[in-house]
């Protein structure tokens, strides 16, 4: 996660409380402490820490039994949402649906786990290259894409906040080395070209008592409301 995105959750998680009946945040693909205190420490101070402070109560969700792991799941699978539906005020999900197979079933799990009214934050790369980890299905999506989605499983969204966050910290443009002249200078070249990485971010609140019918519904955005839209898969060179 880059630094500036952190402090744009940050911002935008400061205007919600939590729920009435829940206080309970699922941060979906935490990683372990050590990857959010120390290697990017800004994940602890922008969003962990201040979410604590707020009377939140943050559990960690990931792959793998790790220090700082909480609870151990699969948002990719059919099942992970059995035993905890309904559960949390706020689900977060940062840098991940670039990184899933079937996006639909992940929004569609975010979306399970979260209680009626309650909140859902993501971030996507909007302009960034391909990153493997293990794959990348190419999705690069503008935030009323993001909203879209739930949309199209049937989970009516209201937009809170949303960005597409520009990262302009020269660190994040690594000079690399190379057997090729200049070649490992690209980024930064890129960088000095005014070529910039790219995130979208959006906070939504959802609601999972709207009756109408799903090509029907619209995104409550900016105050206004919009149509879905709706793009074919392939535009996204999923795998």
Known sequence: MF?????????????????IRTN?????????????EVIQPHI???????????????????????????MVADVTSQSFSEGFENKFGLTICTNLLEHVEDIDLVVKNLANITRENGYILITVPHKYKLHYDPIDNGFRPTPFEI?????????????IDECIISIQEIEYYRVKK????????????????GKRHKVSGILLQIDKTSKEIVYQQQVSYRGTRRPMKQRAANEFFFF
């Open 3 to 19: 630094r500036e995105e952190s402090v744009w959750i940050k911002h935008a998680l400061a205007k919600i409380q939590p729920l």
């Open 24 to 36: 309970e945040v699922a941060n979906i693909g935490s990683s372990t402490s050590h990857f959010r």
């Open 44 to 70: 602890h101070q922008n969003i962990i820490s201040p979410l604590n402070h707020s009377g939140w109560k943050v559990t960690n969700i990931d792959l793998k039994q790790e220090p700082g792991v909480d």
């Open 147 to 159: 909203a879209s989605r739930f949309i199209s499983v049937g989970t009516a969204v209201k937009v």
């Open 178 to 193: 190379s057997k090729v002249p200049i070649w490992g200078h690209r980024e930064r070249i890129q960088y000095y070209l």
